[in-house]
């Protein structure tokens, strides 16, 4: 009765120590379990972590000294006591401890407990250059998987630009599950306005030699001939048509091949928005005095505008 009372003395620690000595000195062993059971929580409350669990392991409370000392974030006292006394709650206690440090935002610490887990947590807090430094030093399976998750990210914010230097940057694997990616990069880009002067040529040619680099690596894998592998050659040719046109246009002595290009770019408007296509075609050929053409062209233009507003 006295062990109870001291027990219920409000924030007494002392009153608590007392309760457990005198239950595990006097008491039987069920009723010193049941008193120590008392007296756990009343100390965790108090916040006397590593008291309430060496009482719990003085009663072989194995479980519930390890949830003590989670409680307190006494984390290497819990993985020993896991280890030594109950090794089926290691990994209970590792899973915690990853929570934990999650929760707190420690993806530094967590990167040596699980970097699946922090490499999960850079890209939800959108800190992408420490999320790939980390997974390039994993295996090039995982850094391309983030590159894919942040290149997906940039095309979502309309960076298509900087989706295609994360690529230039750290390669194209020829993944089937990238395709989509590459697709959507490859469109956005070749359908971006006022790109077909000479300022743009840094663009169509990262763009060429991406998709060449892709091609290179699809020949060499289980895609290559593939229907994936024709789409990429055909891109292919476009963003090289459209890097020679960029060129041409920086040299007066080659306009008339800026020209040439972008009539034979017409033959793409399945991909190139064929408004953009025959109005950049007039442009070309009104600048070399082609103007038959470039009347045509610029008719044309003008007859898919006024079906789009319809």
Not at 42 to 55: G, H, S, T
Not at 57 to 69: C, G, P, R, Y
Not at 97 to 103: M, Q, R, S, T, V
């Given at each position: 009765?006295?062990?109870?009372?001291?027990?219920?003395?409000?924030?007494?620690?002392?009153?608590?120590?007392?309760?457990?000595?005198?239950?595990?000195?006097?008491?039987?062993?069920?009723?010193?379990?049941?008193v120590?059971?008392?007296?756990?929580?009343?100390?965790?409350?108090?916040?006397?972590?590593?008291?309430?669990?060496?009482?719990?392991?003085?009663?072989?409370?194995?479980?519930?000294?390890?949830?003590?000392?989670?409680?307190?974030?006494?984390?290497?006292?819990?993985?020993?006591?896991?280890?030594?006394?109950?090794?089926?709650?290691?990994?209970?206690?590792?899973?915690k401890?990853?929570?934990?440090?999650?929760?707190q935002?420690?993806?530094?610490?967590l990167?040596?407990?699980?970097?699946?887990?922090?490499?999960?947590?850079?890209?939800?807090?959108?800190?992408?250059?420490?999320?790939?430094?980390?997974?390039?030093?994993?295996?090039?399976?995982?850094?391309?998987?983030?590159?894919?998750?942040?290149?997906?990210?940039?095309?979502?914010?309309?960076?298509?630009?900087?989706?295609?230097?994360?690529?230039?940057?750290?390669?194209?694997?020829?993944?089937?599950?990238?395709?989509?990616?590459?697709?959507?990069?490859?469109?956005?880009?070749?359908?971006?306005?006022?790109?077909?002067?000479?300022?743009?040529?840094?663009?169509?040619?990262?763009?060429?030699?991406f998709?060449?680099?892709?091609?290179?690596?699809?020949?060499?894998?289980?895609?290559?001939?593939?229907?994936?592998?024709?789409?990429?050659?055909?891109?292919?040719?476009?963003?090289?048509?459209?890097?020679?046109?960029?060129?041409?246009?920086?040299?007066?002595?080659?306009?008339?091949?800026?020209?040439?290009?972008?009539?034979?770019?017409?033959?793409?408007?399945?991909?190139?928005?064929?408004?953009?296509?025959?109005?950049?075609?007039?442009?070309?050929?009104?600048?070399?005095?082609?103007?038959?053409?470039?009347?045509?062209f610029?008719?044309?233009?003008?007859?898919?505008?006024?079906?789009?507003?319809?």
């Open positions: 009765m006295r062990c109870l009372e001291q027990v219920n003395a409000p924030h007494s620690v002392c009153g608590c120590f007392q309760a457990a000595e005198l239950s595990i000195k006097f008491l039987s062993g069920d009723r010193a379990t049941e120590v059971q008392l007296v756990g929580p009343r100390l965790a409350q108090l916040r006397k972590f590593n008291a309430a669990a060496e009482l719990y392991l003085n009663m072989d409370l194995i479980k519930e000294a390890i949830h003590t000392f989670i409680e307190g974030e006494e984390w290497n006292k819990a993985k020993k006591v896991a280890k030594e006394l109950e090794p089926r709650y290691e990994n209970y206690v590792d899973q401890y990853k929570e934990h440090l999650k929760n935002g420690r993806v530094e610490c990167v040596g407990v699980d970097v699946m887990a922090a490499l999960d947590l850079y890209a939800e807090k959108g800190q992408w250059e420490k999320c790939l430094d980390t997974a390039s030093k994993q295996n090039l399976k995982i850094l391309h998987k983030y590159v894919a998750l942040y290149a997906t990210h940039l095309i979502k914010d309309d960076d298509a630009l900087k989706a295609l230097q994360l690529y230039t940057q750290h390669g194209a694997p020829p993944n089937p599950q990238n395709f989509n990616i590459y697709k959507r990069l490859f469109l956005d880009l070749i359908n971006f306005s006022n790109t077909d002067g000479p300022e743009s040529y840094r663009m169509w040619a990262d763009l060429r030699n998709l060449q680099q892709l091609c290179e690596n699809m020949s060499k894998s289980a895609e290559a001939n593939s229907p994936a592998h024709e789409d990429f050659e055909q891109m292919l040719l476009i963003a090289h048509y459209l890097a020679t046109r960029s060129a041409a246009k920086g040299a007066e002595q080659l306009v008339s091949v800026a020209a040439k290009v972008s009539v034979s770019l017409l033959r793409y408007t399945e991909l190139i928005h064929a408004d953009k296509a025959f109005y950049e075609a007039g442009l070309a050929c009104k600048a070399v005095g082609w103007e038959n053409m470039a009347f045509i610029f008719n044309h233009f003008v007859d898919l505008c006024d079906a789009s507003i319809r």
